[in-house]
């Protein structure tokens, strides 16, 4: 055995550097959540998801085959998107008492992202030799307010035609197809986490602090089951090529973990929406759970395509802030969903 291979952790040590690790981040998720209960509560969550997008889209556009155009393009769709979110939540706060997570209000979140996104992708392929990094906050800047200004139907439109533009010529067989396809790859970067976590205050906002803990507890504890599940019990892989560390058994965990825990948040009545029954508790266990597993799949395979085992090292065993949040990118949407339908 070689000095390298006696040095390498055990899975027990990896079991319990993981632990440590995890613990930690929820105490410390756990202190900010507690500050979050007054009157100024969604603007901390903002603070916060501001900090959250920093360090995701760094690590996206790290990862991304054109580095320099996804970091333009998802610098301009996060400021856009998140002062977007920030006019609701002032809205919300004012005198007019308007409500800060309505289907408008989650529509325009990522209406202006996207569109953001497209136009700092567009300008930094077209003048990619002449734009310098010095120029990359103000241009960025420039993208949120003008994509913020205008209208949510006649920016629907707008965007809606020039990513149909795009498809059309990423269909060509000639050289736009590259610079047409690379668009159209960060609009979908920006699609992938931007609005979510822009949103993460709206939501906060219109549910207070029963919505946020429900959403972190039914994003998370099924990682938790799924993790200790899959190292304990794990044989079967049915996924090796996309995420060869993913078991049916870590699956059933992480699944029956998330209904556990929406069962046991209808219980003690933490759950959003006024009483709800440990059937509904249940379904929406379930419903948060394999969006949070999907969430999981898609950036274990965007990480598969760009050849990197984590995102990042920010959380040491637990990876980086893509690593962290993955389950969170799907939640997030669906747990809007609940909110606006009651269901």
Known sequence: MSQDASKSPTRGQKILRRTIVGGSIALVTAGLISLTGGASGPFLVHGF?????????????????????????????????????????????????????????????????????????????????????????????????????????QLLVATASLLFVLVVFGMRPSESRQGARES???????????????????????????????????????????????????????????????????????????????VALAHWGVLPGGEVSLGAGALVGAAMNLAAQGGDLLESWVKRRSGVKDSGAVFGPSGGFLDLLDSFFFTIPVAIWFGLTGA
């Open 184 to 262: 159209l790859a960060d609009c979908a970067r920006v699609l992938w986490f931007v609005p979510a976590l822009a949103s993460l205050a709206l939501f906060h906002a219109e549910l207070s602090q029963a919505g946020l803990i429900s959403l972190i507890l039914l994003s998370k504890i099924g990682d938790i089951f799924g993790y200790f599940g899959g190292s304990l019990f794990g044989r079967h892989h049915p996924l090796p090529r996309l995420s060869p560390g993913k078991t049916t058994e870590g699956f059933a965990c992480s699944l029956l973990g998330g209904v556990g825990a929406g």
């Open 49 to 153: 998801s501001a900090l959250l997008l920093i360090g995701s889209l760094l690590e996206a556009a790290r990862i991304a085959k054109e580095p320099r155009g996804a970091l333009w393009s998802l610098s301009a769709a996060a400021a856009a998107a998140w002062l977007a979110s920030l006019g609701f939540i002032r809205a919300h706060s004012g005198e007019c008492d308007c409500p800060a997570l309505t289907a408008q209000s989650f529509t325009q979140v990522v209406t202006v992202a996207l569109s953001a996104g497209l136009v700092a992708s567009l300008i930094s392929k077209v003048l990619s030799q002449r734009l310098g990094w010095g120029v990359l906050i103000p241009l960025c800047l420039v993208c949120a307010l003008l994509t913020n200004s205008v209208p949510l139907q």
